[in-house]
């Protein structure tokens, strides 16, 4: 009686092909976890150091900086919708707000934004550069 193996009636790509298999992920492979790169473990990273900067850095910065009322109380400064004077009234600005000048305009008008507003028109002489 001729005794023949299993493996033998099997075509060699396929063996190749399941040791492969067992290779990458079978028997006698270890049960651990991968190990984590340490160059990408959050507990090796230094934490970014964020710049303290404006908020628009490119800008000339000015602060409001209204004079007084005759009565003692404390004026804004008035941004309008253009540079006039008779221009409609868009807001109301505190004294120490800060803005960023976008351009000079004739007459001594500012066109100016704000932290949450702008474009506007708002006048040199309540503005401090």
């Known amino acids: 009686m001729r005794v023949v193996s299993f493996h033998m009636c099997i075509p060699s790509f396929v063996t190749t092909a399941a040791l492969a298999l067992v290779g990458c992920c079978g028997s006698g492979a270890s049960n651990d976890p991968p190990k984590p790169d340490p160059a990408t473990n959050p507990a090796n990273l230094e934490p970014a150091a964020l710049p303290v900067q404006p908020a628009e850095p490119s800008l000339p910065t000015a602060y409001i900086e209204a004079p007084e009322t005759r009565t003692g109380a404390p004026r ?54």
Do not use: C, S, Y
């Not at 120490?96 to 351009?103: A, D, E, K, S, V």
């Not at 008008?109 to 006048?123: D, E, M, R, S, T």
């Open 76 to 129: 804004r400064g008035i941004v309008r919708a253009a540079p006039d004077f008779k221009a409609g009234e868009m807001t109301r600005l505190n004294n120490g707000t800060q803005i960023w000048i976008l351009q000079r305009g004739h007459g001594g008008w500012l066109q100016v934004k704000w932290n949450g507003g702008g474009p506007g028109w708002i006048h040199r002489d309540v503005v401090r550069e």
